[in-house]
């Protein structure tokens, strides 16, 4: 079966630095490719994604995700991470085949140190 | 303002008792979902809907039902056969063709005692 994984669970960052979330997914094909964050308590926001074409992609926030096929992989980075960027982030995929569900990833709760 | 809109917010309930969480679309998406979310957990899906009066299981339906009588409505009951109730609820929906986004509501947190 499909699956994402996020390996960190928690990353810590300082007000001002640069930020990398790590996502790896397990499927022959190359599926459709979310970022999403939650902040406590709401629900989540679509931050970026990746369908075909330029494997760098940007979204809101100043956020940016590289799709790597051959890692496998879906890394988001952020040049610069702001105090309200403190939250919980998700990647997610859909794989056609697999009827268009989205699987999510577990999660990764980043805290911004002033 | 389109959107996803979830209530109430917060709330009870006592063990035993069947309890029925709201999400209404107004973004005319045909796909509507249910997840829940524990504790340092991603989501899972429970029940989703492409059409009216349709409706398949996700990865973790025992305990749940839902209903979609309405393409702005879809409804979850958590029943009292759901062993572990308490976590947060997310409701999202989708259009039907490509790429498949989901939008989220801001999802109501169940407490059952």
Known sequence: ?114 | DGGITQSPKYLFRKEGQNVTLSCEQNLNHDAMYWYRQDPGQGLRLIYYSQIVNDFQKGDIAEGYSVSREKKESFPLTVTSAQKNPTAFYLCASSILAGPYEQYFGPGTRLTVT
Do not use: M
């Open chain 1, 1 to 114: 079966a499909q699956s994402v994984t996020q390996p960190d669970i928690h990353i810590t960052v300082s007000e001002g630095a640069s930020l990398e979330l790590r996502c790896n997914y397990s499927y022959g094909a190359t599926p459709y490719l979310f970022w999403y964050v939650q902040s406590p308590g709401q629900g989540l926001q679509l931050l970026l994604k990746y369908f075909s074409g330029d494997t760098l992609v940007q979204g809101i926030k100043g956020f940016e995700a590289e799709f790597k096929r051959s890692q496998s992989s879906f890394n988001l980075r952020k040049p610069s991470v702001h105090w309200s960027d403190a939250a919980e982030y998700f990647c997610a995929v859909v794989i056609k085949a697999a009827g268009n569900k989205l699987t999510f990833g577990g999660g990764t709760r980043v805290l911004v140190k002033p």
